[in-house]
């Protein structure tokens, strides 16, 4: 019979079993700061239960605790020779002599931060030898990573750990440039989606995004199911949709606001010098562009296209051009006249529009249509667009002296395929490349989307604040994403065991450390989390003053 002032000390005489979360895995045996700890499994803890990416805890002395994660297992031995003669363990006495003894299990450890009194901090030494080592617990992971607020957002959950969340600063994410990484399939537009949601709902910058494959503005089909909505129907008044192609917007049902025409006399060498290496322009090109601007004035272009002998023969005779070069340019540029967007001139200030909505805190999504297929039509409106928005910044900014409520909102620019911006040889010399450089200084950063990073100049890679990187496993790739950053080769393993979908590591400036999460999905209960609190405003159009509801163009 239990006897009621007995029954609070049954606790004590019969221990209950630990939860897996808080199972002893081993004890710390050797080990190093820059190489990581050496830690022993206990014999109970099955080594095909452990993973790399997931997060363990030591217990060090004086109530100190380093937050580790695993990068390698390995199998041990105490006597080399098992291997050449391995006994026979169908007998259960050998099998308990043997395993968890002579043959145990040890996993490699990087410590990430150490944690005194909640606090975490950077780890600047290591536990001593046999300190307990256990997996991470949801008080531990939200120690480290607090709560969702506002302007922390939930991303998804740890490996293995789905009761807690990792939570992104949002604020650091967008005082830098930021690079979302990954092989082609690895869900990097969905990513990116989800981030821009996040920035959209905390109200951290508008973003400017240059849709390539019309995946961010109405809607998206899905692989796995149904189409996923885009960023307009989650924030219908936060978000503007602008096209290069009407047409193709009306052919996917997806409504747009406003369709963007630009003029010939408004496309400058610089714009032309961006497409380099996609139209293989010569130096030699590139300098007839500049020389035939300054000739002719704003209608170059337009002027050259026409083919009039009298003008060969003038610049031929009267400049240092050749023949052959301003032939070349000209078969390269007439391919700008099947761009239906190009037309003879312009009315009004399509850039300053823009800009007027960013300041109204529109977040502007331009969606490229059909155009997004071909690179060169991309490349040319997104530097086209960028160089001009970022010299109006620059003037916003320096007009206010530093006073932030006459400052422009914080921008983020996203654009894809970014190693055809960053590339090292032009990196330099493109707006893209001195955006990254800058980093907040005028209140505009980007959000680069590339499958190749190993193309993206080594400057500005290391200007990236935040890396969201999904599977890769080209090493070039792998090395170019963790250039820069601590404990780069023990995170080299667990990026290159990514799963390809809805998995992803995150480094840098908007966490305290790097982090493999399992991404929130991209579904009904997402949308209902990021639209909380949106509330429905009258249309864009409407304040714009166009009260008939049609669309109108941006000249």
Known sequence: MIYPDHAANLDEWFPREASPETTRLGVVVGGSLSKGLVVKLDREQTIEELAVGRYVVVHGQNNMKFFCMITDIALNNTNPAIQNNPPDLSDPFLRDIYVGTAAFGTIHVTPM????????????????????????TVKDVNEVFGSEDDH???VGTPLELEQTQINLDLKRLVERSVGVFGKSGTGKSFLTRMLIAGVISKGQAVSLIFDMHNDYGWEVQDERGPKAKGLKQLFSAKVTIITLDADSSRRRNAKFDFEVKLGFDEIEPEDIAMLRATMSLSDAMIDAAYTLRKRWGEGWIRRLLKDDPFDFDDVTENTNIGGGTYSALQRRLQRFERWDFL?????????????????????VVLEFGRYGNELEAYILVANYLTRRIHRKY???????????????????????????FLDPAVAHQTIFGTIAREMRKYNVTLMIVDQRPSGIDEEVMSQIGTRVTALL???????????????????????????????????????????????????????????????????????????SGRERRIR
């Not at 320096?398 to 620019?413: T, V, W």
């Open 394 to 420: 620059v003037e916003k900014v320096e007009k206010a002296l530093g006073d932030e409520a006459h400052e422009p909102p914080q921008l983020l620019i996203t654009i894809e395929e970014a190693h055809k």
């Open 473 to 547: 496993d080209n090493e070039r790739d792998i090395n170019a994403v963790l250039t820069g950053i601590n404990s780069a080769n023990s995170l080299r393993d667990v990026l290159a065991r990514l799963d390809t979908r809805q998995q992803a590591i995150i480094m840098g400036h908007a966490v305290p450390m790097p982090v493999v999460v399992k991404t929130r999905t991209y579904d009904q209960a997402f949308y209902d989390a990021v639209t909380r609190g949106d509330i429905p405003t009258v249309a864009v159009r409407d304040k714009l003053g166009n009260n």
């Open 343 to 363: 037309i003879e001139e312009t009315v009004g200030d399509s850039v300053e529009q823009i800009i007027q909505l960013l300041e109204r805190g529109q977040n």
């Open 152 to 154: 922390h957002f939930n």
């Open 113 to 136: 931060l150490s944690i005194e009194e909640g606090e975490p901090k950077p780890v600047k030494t290591i536990p001593s030898h046999f300190m307990p080592v256990y997996n991470a």
